[in-house]
């Protein structure tokens, strides 16, 4: 009741503008983009002046995280609120039927009378990219996808050809929708290739930022890295450990192309808020903004996600909502992918499921802080065909604990207050002897609580 009390003074408080009951939800995601990669989030590179204005009108999560560093995985968890022992898809190649077995966000929010499309990279294996459950307009392709001229399936018609630079062509698809729709709520997904390799911009941001130094990150001694990371930069996923990889020339250029991708990111969130803009909406609607995963450019001399390091999980997390999300806000609670589910359903009134595992991020945007989750938990890919250590992970605001099994169990923790580069592993040092223990009882307390089968809790060594 008290929490209840609080929330509503908090909300009251924000804006003169009375929120719709029934607010429009829009979410925005992209692939591989790390937190540091826009104007609002520190990149002295990128202009990013749409996304920032998300930042600048509504909040920045400064401490927004993936429950799994790998597209398909990342994915499912957004969409159902659950980390991924419970949704089923727990690597890129998890064929699931995820959605026929939970309920994702976009069906509760569909059965509440909201008109719902998907336009995009779907990703998770889906032959033929026919239309999933909850969504009345789909248009989407099978795989990767590429940057241009890529082939989409709308709704029931497969084979309608895009020409052109494809995250603008589904961009204006999804304007189109928005335009088109009738009067109900609606939530739309819009999901863009970027920034995933191959690094492909647009031809109006091809060599905008071959200006940007580009320093590979200092690797730590021999002796201080796990073999866990020894082995990860030898594997052939990690780009330029030992030649070219695919047709991206160096690092460098790489870099550069990505950031690229970045900025048509930053173009078609423009589009949005100004057809949302256009059609009177736009205070209406929850604008959200986010990334389905990091990347390693480098640090700790790897290409690549997947560990359970900061610069792979730590993700851009973005929202503006004038009626309750006061100007400005930044948010340093931690706050996870599964929490989006939640979020949205909360937003809409609709009862939220009790086998989500993720926590509804409204309360935070208006300062109720009480009960909010101190540690999170990470679970690297689970299959069999990909590559890398199994992973566990607890993370918290001033230390990060790591448990990876390849050929044998290795124990990591980092002292993120003294060390924010996780460059020195002080998991055998006897000052940190109460921590560690510490923390592995928390790593088992969640994954007993998150309903992790017994054969992932691998014990150390």
């Known amino acids: 009741m008290l929490r209840s009390l609080l929330l509503a003074a908090a909300f009251a408080a924000v804006s003169c503008a009375r929120a719709p009951e029934r607010p429009n939800l829009v979410l925005l995601l992209t692939d591989d983009q790390r937190y540091d990669t826009l104007g609002c989030t520190g990149n002295p590179f990128t202009s990013t002046p749409n996304l920032d204005r998300l930042a600048r009108e509504g909040a920045l999560f400064e401490r927004a995280y993936v429950a799994t560093s790998l597209c398909c995985p990342a994915r499912a968890s957004i969409l159902t609120g659950k980390y991924p022992q419970l949704h089923g898809i727990t690597g890129n190649n998890s064929r699931v039927g995820f959605l026929e077995n939970h309920a994702g966000f976009p069906e509760l929010l569909q059965k509440a009378g909201y008109e719902t499309a998907f336009v995009g990279k779907w990703h998770i294996q889906n032959r033929g990219a026919r239309p999933r459950t909850g ?11 590429s940057y241009r001229d890529q082939t989409v399936t709308v709704n029931d018609t497969a084979g309608v050809e895009l020409a052109g630079f494809a995250p603008d062509r589904l961009t204006e698809l999804a304007v189109e929708w928005l335009d088109d729709r009738g009067s109900a709520p609606f939530l739309l997904v819009l999901s863009l290739k970027n920034c995933h390799r191959p690094y492909r911009p647009a031809d109006r941001h091809l060599g905008a930022l071959d200006h940007v130094d580009f320093a590979v990150a200092p690797v730590e001694a021999e002796g201080a890295r796990p073999r866990y990371a020894l082995d990860a930069r030898r594997h052939v996923r990690n780009q330029y450990a030992g030649g070219v990889f695919e047709v991206d020339p160096s690092p460098a250029v790489s870099y550069r192309r990505y950031l690229e991708l970045v900025l048509s990111v930053d173009d078609c969130a423009g589009e949005l808020l100004a057809a949302l803009e256009r ?17 390693l450019w480098g640090e700790h001399g790897l290409w690549r996600k997947r560990l359970a390091y900061e610069p792979s999980i730590h993700v851009p997390l973005l929202m503006r909502f004038p009626p309750e999300i006061p100007a400005g806000t930044r948010i340093d609670e931690l706050a996870l992918n599964v929490d989006l589910a939640s979020t949205f359903l909360d937003l809409a009134g609709v009862a939220v499921p009790e086998d989500y595992q993720g926590m509804s991020l409204r309360g935070l945007w208006g300062g109720v802080t009480a009960g909010w989750r101190e540690s999170f938990l990470y679970l690297g890919p ?6 890398g250590p199994l992973a566990l992970a607890v993370g918290e605001r001033g230390a990060k604990y790591i448990r990876y099994r390849d050929q044998k169990v290795e124990e990591i923790l980092f002292d993120l207050e003294r060390d924010p580069e996780e460059r020195t592993n002080v998991a055998r040092d006897p000052a ?30």
Do not use: C, I
Not at 135 to 145: I, K
Not at 382 to 387: R, T, V
């Open 382 to 387: 689970w299959e069999a065909d990909e590559d």
């Open 279 to 295: 059609n009177g909406e736009l205070d209406d609607t929850l604008v959200a903004m986010t990334s389905d995963g990091g990347f």
């Open 135 to 145: 969504f009345d307009h789909w248009v989407s392709f099978e795989g990767q996808g």
């Open 432 to 461: 940190y002897a109460g921590e560690l223990e510490r923390l592995r009882a928390e790593l088992e307390e969640l994954m007993e609580s998150h309903g992790a089968p017994s054969r992932w809790r691998f014990k150390r060594s």
